[in-house]
């Protein structure tokens, strides 16, 4: 290199990050007003360049380097963060110089977040580059080693003080251990890993002497992601004192009933491999694993949330910084920060990760690895663009792997509760965002997901929320609790999906899709009535916020419990093709302009649910295995038609619905099921519906490495399901009513449960007109004789006698109403 230092005492004054008193993310107003960047500034500080000839290319970082050396390999610094004030004072006075931070192999831990403001910005020629080495793996770390000062107790169990900052997650010779639980840790078990009932856990609790500081986690009661509390004590009664359940955001059903489970109680301490911290004496409790000496082990304990903040300002974005090769290991728990409701999703987030980016533009994440941290993996918030996630491996997290969330602020006419709506007089009608703090124009690509979510059941492989023109491609996205992909809403849409394997999707929760996506844009209202009628009113009202399409394409999805795509509560504005659906079939409930063609719904077929007039949406050139499955259906969009059936008695009955007039049924041969190649074979007879063969060997990642250690689903052989009702309709004053039997009869009414009795039909001329029950009502109580009783199926209904029923519970529009009866 030919540029040299300006300097001719050799010495440079550098600002060196200190970070916050507290979290980084999260600073005081003090602190903003101090530094714009959200960061508080310690006094300069003299860092020695030693008089170099000319500037380095590279400033090398190692666990044994010492704070007065020059940065080269032979001679390498002691933090990250002094080689970052190393490099901020180098581009000061020489702007431009390429300049690449390497981690020299081993683990290196952070004492604080490692905060990369607008000072740090690199040139397009010239990114500032944070690398890990070639030479073997450069692990990042937000633990810390504790000393092997350890005691023994009679019982077994070994004790030591530790000082410092609080944690919430334990390692032994790199291997996570599991804090101190009821029930015990069960691999086998796929809801949290072991799970118990409320009751059992009330009982348990007059066991524990001061449950304080211990945490419950439980399944959201219609298994809708989950909630999570700290114990602060306990009543006078035995049961918990408990303070937290904001992490969803529809938690009108509470927690489950029978899926909970405890952690950090001491006398749960009961088994190899568990530990307990008691924070108030700092003390930490382990019974080891079998074989493990305390003494000489290596132990390390994590509570830091963010490792790496990339973050400039409104006025001053950061730019240009390229993080590659790197593993990031130990990062704290976020659950219970996990409070900001995303518009009227079901979703909360904590607006943290290993990995934050914010106010940022061109920045890659390239060849990392995400491992053992306890939260979020990335998460690209607010201003956002040309972010670049590729070529990296995510696997147990605590919650979401990749989420590009941008501010509320951004949002027109925002609302943020299900039962919340905007009245038209109030509602903002510019199309669009209003303010650029969003994230745009970025690509995730090449990425390696897996079981993630081992804590927070409302998580996803990737997130997409208030963003637009995100390009999700060749990401292999397997064993989550809830969705591979969730866009939480229309805004502002644009997104492509493509060439992505996603399965073993919604293992612990229901109700949900491989890929799922809600739409309760400024236009939607929960009554889907006054919906109806607001938007045939004004057909532009869908599209203020969905304002480009979305494109799902060529990509391979599966889940056994739910849909494989999955388009809900008022998703609008998407185009869907070249897709395989290998199990669950693919369901568009409300919603606008939607056009689903040329897919293979394999051993399942089309879910319409709850559409409104005049949707505009189409569903043609599809190969399906069963009749349609509609819930509520009396207007069938723009196109049903020229669909290919197997079965002719399949076809006969949706075409008896009204659509799929020019739709045929045949025999199909598929390529190699055995392999996962459902290309059609016998093309004639796909060829007068249009459909035409795409990719079958593109799902999923590229990389070779990746590739190499990716799992893939497993292949289903080709049959026809039937999806009839169960059960045959009858009649209760002059109703048309059946059990709730499917998963989607209790989608399409929010139910929690697969229970109840569905009204089919509410004839004007029935007497139960009058009392205001109508079409879509499920009866899920009834109150007689002053006490009420549960309604399960027709049959508990029929058997209370009639003259005793005071009133009914119905569902209507998601919600609990009472209706009352007249006395016979």
Same mark, same amino acid.
């Given at each position: 290199?030919?540029?040299?230092?300006?300097?001719?005492?050799?010495?440079?004054?550098?600002?060196?990050?200190?970070?916050?008193?507290?979290?980084?993310?999260?600073?005081?107003?003090?602190?903003?007003?101090?530094?714009?960047?959200?960061?508080?500034?310690?006094?300069?500080?003299?860092?020695?360049?030693?008089?170099?000839?000319?500037?380095?290319?590279?400033?090398?970082?190692?666990?044994?380097?010492?704070?007065?050396?020059?940065?080269?390999?032979?001679?390498?610094?002691?933090?990250?963060?002094?080689?970052?004030?190393?490099?901020?004072?180098?581009?000061?006075?020489?702007?431009?110089?390429?300049?690449?931070?390497?981690?020299?192999?081993?683990?290196?831990?952070?004492?604080?977040?490692?905060? @990369?403001?607008?000072?740090?910005?690199?040139?397009?020629?010239?990114?500032?580059?944070?690398?890990?080495?070639?030479?073997?793996?450069?692990?990042?770390?937000?633990?810390?080693?504790?000393?092997?000062?350890?005691?023994?107790?009679?019982?077994?169990?070994?004790?030591?003080?530790?000082?410092?900052?609080?944690?919430?997650?334990?390692?032994?010779?790199?291997?996570?251990?599991?804090?101190?639980?009821?029930?015990?840790?069960?691999?086998?078990?796929?809801?949290?890993?072991?799970?118990?009932?409320?009751?059992?856990?009330?009982?348990?609790?007059?066991?524990?002497?001061?449950?304080?500081?211990?945490?419950?986690?439980?399944?959201?009661?219609?298994?809708?992601?989950?909630?999570?509390?700290?114990?602060?004590?306990?009543?006078?009664?035995?049961?918990?004192?408990?303070?937290?359940?904001?992490?969803?955001?529809?938690?009108?059903?509470?927690?489950?009933?029978?899926?909970?489970?405890? #952690?950090? @109680?001491?006398?749960?301490?009961?088994?190899?491999?568990?530990?307990?911290?008691?924070?108030?004496?700092?003390?930490?409790?382990?019974?080891?694993?079998?074989?493990?000496?305390?003494?000489?082990?290596?132990?390390?304990?994590?509570?830091?949330?963010?490792?790496?903040?990339?973050?400039?300002?409104?006025?001053?974005?950061?730019?240009?910084?390229?993080?590659?090769?790197?593993?990031?290991?130990?990062?704290?728990?976020?659950?219970?920060?996990?409070?900001?409701?995303?518009?009227?999703?079901?979703?909360?987030?904590?607006?943290?990760?290993?990995?934050?980016?914010?106010?940022?533009? #061109?920045?890659?994440?390239?060849?990392?690895?995400?491992?053992?941290?306890?939260?979020?993996?990335?998460?690209?918030?607010?201003?956002?663009?040309?972010?670049?996630?590729?070529?990296?491996?995510?696997?147990?997290?605590?919650?979401?792997?990749?989420?590009?969330?941008?501010?509320?602020?951004?949002?027109?006419?925002?609302?943020?509760?299900?039962?919340?709506?905007?009245?038209?007089?109030?509602?903002?009608?510019?199309?669009?965002?209003?303010?650029?703090?969003?994230?745009?124009?970025?690509?995730?690509?090449?990425?390696?997901?897996?079981?993630?979510?081992?804590?927070?059941?409302?998580?996803?492989?990737?997130?997409?929320?208030?963003?637009?023109?995100?390009?999700?491609?060749?990401?292999?996205?397997?064993?989550?609790?809830?969705?591979?992909?969730?866009?939480?809403?229309?805004?502002?849409?644009?997104?492509?999906?493509?060439?992505?394997?996603?399965?073993?999707?919604?293992?612990?929760?229901?109700?949900?899709?491989?890929?799922?996506?809600?739409?309760?844009?400024?236009?939607?209202?929960?009554?889907?009535?006054?919906?109806?009628?607001?938007?045939?009113?004004?057909?532009?009202?869908?599209?203020?916020?969905?304002?480009?399409?979305?494109?799902?394409?060529?990509?391979?999805?599966?889940?056994?419990?739910?849909?494989?795509?999955?388009?809900?509560?008022?998703?609008?504005?998407?185009?869907?093709?070249?897709?395989?659906?290998?199990?669950?079939?693919?369901?568009?409930?409300?919603?606008?302009?939607?056009?689903?063609?040329?897919?293979?719904?394999?051993?399942?077929?089309?879910?319409?649910?709850?559409?409104?007039?005049?949707?505009?949406?189409?569903?043609?050139?599809?190969?399906?295995?069963?009749?349609?499955?509609?819930?509520?259906?009396?207007?069938?969009?723009?196109?049903?038609?020229?669909?290919?059936?197997?079965?002719?008695?399949?076809?006969?009955?949706?075409?008896?619905?009204?659509?799929?007039?020019?739709?045929?049924?045949?025999?199909?041969?598929?390529?190699?099921?055995?392999?996962?190649?459902?290309?059609?074979?016998?093309?004639?007879?796909?060829?007068?519906?249009?459909?035409?063969?795409?990719?079958?060997?593109?799902?999923?990642?590229?990389?070779?490495?990746?590739?190499?250690?990716?799992?893939?689903?497993?292949?289903?052989?080709?049959?026809?399901?039937?999806?009839?009702?169960?059960?045959?309709?009858?009649?209760?004053?002059?109703?048309?009513?059946?059990?709730?039997?499917?998963?989607?009869?209790?989608?399409?009414?929010?139910?929690?449960?697969?229970?109840?009795?569905?009204?089919?039909?509410?004839?004007?001329?029935?007497?139960?007109?009058?009392?205001?029950?109508?079409?879509?009502?499920?009866?899920?109580?009834?109150?007689?004789?002053?006490?009420?009783?549960?309604?399960?199926?027709?049959?508990?209904?029929?058997?209370?006698?009639?003259?005793?029923?005071?009133?009914?519970?119905?569902?209507?529009?998601?919600?609990?109403?009472?209706?009352?009866?007249?006395?016979?």
């Amino acid at each position: 290199m030919q540029q040299f230092l300006s300097l001719s005492s050799g010495l440079i004054l550098a600002t060196v990050v200190a970070g916050c008193a507290t979290n980084p993310l999260h600073c005081t107003s003090a602190c903003k007003a101090i530094a714009p960047q959200h960061q508080t500034l310690s006094a300069p500080q003299k860092l020695n360049i030693y008089d170099y000839e000319a500037l380095p290319d590279i400033l090398y970082v190692a666990t044994n380097g010492q704070p007065g050396n020059s940065g080269t390999e032979q001679a390498p610094l002691n933090s990250l963060a002094s080689a970052l004030a190393r490099a901020r004072a180098i581009h000061r006075d020489a702007p431009g110089t390429p300049l690449t931070i390497e981690l020299l192999p081993g683990t290196h831990y952070l004492e604080e977040s490692l905060v @990369i403001g607008a000072l740090d910005s690199g040139s397009p020629q010239a990114p500032l580059v944070i690398r890990g080495s070639a030479k073997g793996r450069s692990q990042l770390s937000g633990g810390r080693r504790l000393k092997n000062l350890w005691q023994q107790t009679a019982d077994g169990t070994w004790w030591t003080t530790v000082e410092g900052p609080s944690f919430d997650q334990l390692f032994i010779e790199g291997n996570k251990q599991i804090r101190a639980r009821y029930p015990n840790y069960n691999p086998e078990v796929a809801v949290f890993n072991g799970h118990t009932t409320a009751a059992d856990i009330k009982r348990r609790a007059k066991t524990w002497s001061n449950p304080e500081g211990g945490y419950l986690h439980a399944l959201h009661g219609a298994r809708w992601g989950g909630f999570h509390y700290q114990i602060t004590g306990k009543n006078d009664d035995g049961s918990l004192k408990l303070s937290g359940g904001w992490q969803n955001n529809r938690p009108a059903n509470g927690m489950h009933k029978n899926y909970q489970f405890v #952690d950090n @109680i001491r006398e749960e301490l009961d088994q190899a491999g568990e530990w307990y911290y008691e924070e108030n004496r700092a003390r930490l409790y382990i019974k080891p694993p079998e074989g493990v000496d305390l003494n000489q082990a290596k132990v390390e304990v994590a509570g830091l949330k963010e490792l790496i903040i990339v973050r400039g300002n409104s006025s001053k974005p950061v730019k240009h910084i390229s993080i590659e090769n790197l593993t990031l290991v130990h990062a704290g728990e976020s659950f219970m920060q996990t409070a900001e409701p995303l518009l009227r999703s079901d979703w909360t987030l904590y607006r943290g990760g290993a990995i934050f980016i914010e106010n940022a533009e #061109d920045v890659q994440l390239d060849n990392n690895r995400l491992i053992d941290l306890g939260g979020n993996g990335v998460v690209v918030s607010g201003y956002a663009r040309n972010i670049r996630i590729t070529t990296s491996h995510f696997s147990q997290l605590g919650a979401s792997a990749i989420s590009f969330v941008g501010k509320a602020s951004s949002v027109r006419s925002p609302a943020f509760q299900y039962h919340q709506s905007v009245q038209l007089s109030d509602m903002d009608r510019e199309p669009g965002p209003q303010s650029p703090e969003y994230p745009s124009h970025s690509l995730v690509e090449d990425n390696l997901i897996h079981d993630i979510g081992r804590l927070e059941k409302q998580s996803a492989g990737i997130q997409l929320s208030m963003a637009a023109e995100i390009t999700l491609r060749h990401n292999s996205i397997y064993n989550v609790p809830r969705s591979g992909i969730n866009i939480s809403e229309g805004t502002w849409g644009g997104h492509v999906l493509e060439f992505n394997d996603v399965f073993n999707t919604v293992l612990e929760t229901e109700d949900h899709g491989a890929f799922n996506s809600w739409g309760r844009d400024r236009f939607w209202h929960p009554n889907r009535w006054i919906m109806n009628r607001t938007v045939a009113k004004d057909p532009s009202l869908p599209s203020l916020d969905a304002i480009k399409t979305t494109v799902i394409r060529n990509n391979r999805f599966q889940t056994s419990h739910g849909w494989d795509i999955d388009l809900d509560d008022g998703s609008s504005n998407y185009h869907i093709y070249n897709n395989l659906c290998l199990e669950g079939g693919l369901k568009l409930r409300e919603g606008f302009h939607r056009t689903v063609e040329n897919n293979i719904l394999l051993n399942n077929g089309f879910h319409p649910h709850v559409w409104f007039k005049n949707s505009g949406d189409i569903f043609r050139k599809n190969l399906v295995m069963s009749a349609h499955a509609d819930i509520r259906i009396s207007d069938w969009g723009a196109e049903v038609d020229r669909n290919l059936y197997l079965s002719r008695h399949d076809l006969q009955t949706d075409q008896a619905k009204g659509v799929d007039s020019n739709s045929l049924f045949g025999e199909l041969g598929f390529a190699n099921y055995q392999t996962g190649n459902y290309s059609v074979v016998n093309l004639d007879s796909v060829a007068a519906i249009g459909f035409k063969n795409f990719p079958m060997t593109q799902f999923g990642v590229k990389n070779v490495k990746l590739k190499a250690i990716a799992q893939q689903p497993e292949f289903p052989k080709p049959e026809i399901v039937r999806n009839n009702r169960l059960s045959q309709s009858n009649t209760w004053l002059g109703l048309e009513i059946k059990n709730i039997e499917t998963l989607g009869e209790r989608s399409a009414a929010g139910l929690k449960e697969t229970a109840g009795v569905l009204i089919l039909s509410a004839p004007v001329a029935s007497s139960a007109h009058y009392f205001g029950l109508i079409d879509g009502d499920v009866i899920i109580s009834v109150i007689a004789n002053g006490s009420p009783i549960p309604v399960y199926t027709v049959k508990d209904l029929l058997s209370v006698e009639r003259s005793i029923i005071a009133s009914l519970t119905v569902v209507r529009n998601q919600k609990n109403i009472l209706v009352h009866l007249e006395p016979e």
